[in-house]
């Protein structure tokens, strides 16, 4: 199997006013509207003397073919949150950092990877041969994936 990094993109906001829930819920519709399987890796609640912190991770899968699945993995850490009331509703009011990176998975069921022969001639064949093809038919829809994502939350978080 061999991994390649396709897109990264990063949010990163201090002292903002959101819904941490509606943040979150966010995260899974959009993931599941773009055709990936979920799963939460980690999630963590610390409290802390300027606020509460929050991380979690979520990775998302896509199998594109026999050959080639993406992977994103989106990691979310809220610092400093403090619980506001803004117009009658219950806020979170804190810092917001969102790592959305992926990365597609070539040959993961490791047919290729049964013999030495076979691990080099995959070398070459992806290196040379499908070069291109593994860059339009993998690599482009998985960084589209991730802009898509990251614009999907900028929105939610009002950060245009």
């Known amino acids: 199997m061999e991994i390649r990094k396709a897109g990264k993109k990063l949010i990163n906001k201090k002292k903002t006013i959101f819904e941490a829930e509606k ?3 966010s995260i899974i519709e959009e993931i599941s509207n773009q055709g990936f399987i979920y799963a939460e890796k980690e999630q963590r609640f610390k409290p802390t003397q300027y ?19 993406t ?9 400093d949150i403090n619980k506001i ?24 069921n ?7 022969l076979k691990r080099f001639l995959f070398k070459i064949y992806t290196k040379y041969l499908k070069k291109e093809e593994i860059k339009q038919k993998y690599m482009v829809p998985t960084f589209k994936d991730v802009g898509i994502i990251y614009k999907k939350l900028k929105e939610d978080l009002n950060l245009y």
Do not use: H
């Open 110 to 116: 490791d047919d290729w990877n049964k013999s030495g």
């Open 23 to 25: 943040l979150y819920k």
């Open 71 to 79: 992977k994103l993995t989106i990691t979310v850490k809220l610092e």
């Open 85 to 108: 009331k803004k117009d009658n509703r219950k806020l979170d009011e804190g810092n917001i950092n969102i790592l959305i990176e992926g990365e597609v998975n070539l040959d993961y």
């Open 51 to 69: 606020g509460d912190e929050t991380r979690f991770i979520i990775l998302g899968f896509k199998s594109r073919d026999s050959f080639a699945k």
